[in-house]
């Protein structure tokens, strides 16, 4: 069995213009990475987190692993920080990020930099649902995971695409 750090490494994907290693596996609706800790069942830890930790050293209770980035999939240990929650809200603060900014400066669909799809390649894989392929088959001829696909399927990925 893998270890949570080489699970998070695996679905690592380096960018060279801003030095983010994004995590590209399972994500919270916060936008953090989420790694298993040991088998099905046991609880999980956000993949940042476990980077830290890796290459760093612990956590000590009650701190928070920050991002330099501002991006919350990213895994690279030289962009994450221990802070309080007041180190971190502060930071959001300064930072002018405490405030959501309108949907569409958002960066959906096949114009973002981790797109595996179009957007006709969306539409073509419901059409294909609707008709009665299943969900596993579309993942697997995809080379996606099964829940990447169901989230697709949904319309909580790729929700610019009718």
Request: aromatic share 8%; proline share 5%; hydrophobic share 30%.
């Amino acid at each position: 069995m893998k270890t949570p750090i080489e699970r998070v490494l695996k679905k690592v994907v380096k960018l060279p213009w801003s030095g983010c290693w994004i995590f590209t596996g399972a994500i919270n609706d916060a936008g953090y990475g989420i790694v298993g800790l040991g088998k099905r069942g046991e609880p999980n830890d956000r993949a940042h987190r476990i980077t830290y930790r890796h290459f760093k050293g612990d956590i000590p209770k009650g701190m928070f692993v920050c991002h330099t980035c501002d991006v919350p999939s990213c895994c690279n240990p030289y962009h994450l920080f221990l802070g309080t929650n007041q180190d971190n809200v502060n930071d959001m603060v300064k930072k002018k990020r405490n405030s959501k900014p309108p949907r569409n400066l958002h960066i959906v669909g096949e114009v973002h930099v981790l797109s595996k799809f179009t957007n006709e390649e969306v539409v073509e894989l419901r059409k294909q649902y609707v008709n009665g392929k299943s969900m596993y088959r579309l993942a697997k001829d995809n080379n996606v995971a099964q829940s990447t696909m169901q989230r697709i399927i949904q319309g909580k990925r790729y929700k610019n695409v009718a």
